[in-house]
Nanobody
Framework: VQLQASGGGLVQAGGSLRLSCAAS?????MGWFRQAPGKEREAVTTISWSGYSTYYADSVKGRFTISRDNAKNTVYLQMNGLKPEDTAVYYCAAATQAVRTWSDSNKYNYWGQGTQVTVSS
């Protein structure tokens, strides 16, 4: 399975961006991680295959929304109220089974190439 992420860019603080990640095959849990310069990769959000279960990092709750369209094998990340601290490379991830520890990057089998999100103050 290959993951193709898109939608990153430069936006002012308070603005919005929408990331997309298209998978070339069937996946189960999908999510987004991010890595800022000099920092470790961190989990942002994940969604189950049904879409009923979603998880968010505390830092993005209420601002980011994950969704998926299984007919298109695509997951989306709507980011509103962006802050400079959201600046990072965002990576799409997918697992071929349910992930119990959603924030554990080792549980994901496939990764996208990353898309840069830059939020200016």
């Amino acid at each position: 399975v290959q993951l193709q992420a898109s939608g990153g860019g430069l936006v002012q603080a308070g603005g919005s961006l929408r990331l997309s990640c298209a998978a070339s095959g069937l996946t189960y849990t999908m999510g987004w991680f991010r890595q800022a310069p000099g920092k470790e990769r961190e989990a942002v959000t994940t969604i189950s295959w049904s879409g009923y279960s979603t998880y968010y990092a505390d830092s993005v709750k209420g601002r980011f929304t994950i969704s998926r369209d299984n007919a298109k094998n695509t997951v989306y990340l709507q980011m509103n109220g962006l802050k400079p601290e959201d600046t990072a490379v965002y990576y799409c991830a997918a697992a071929t089974q349910a992930v119990r520890t959603w924030s554990d990057s080792n549980k994901y089998n496939y990764w996208g190439q990353g898309t840069q999100v830059t939020v200016s103050s």
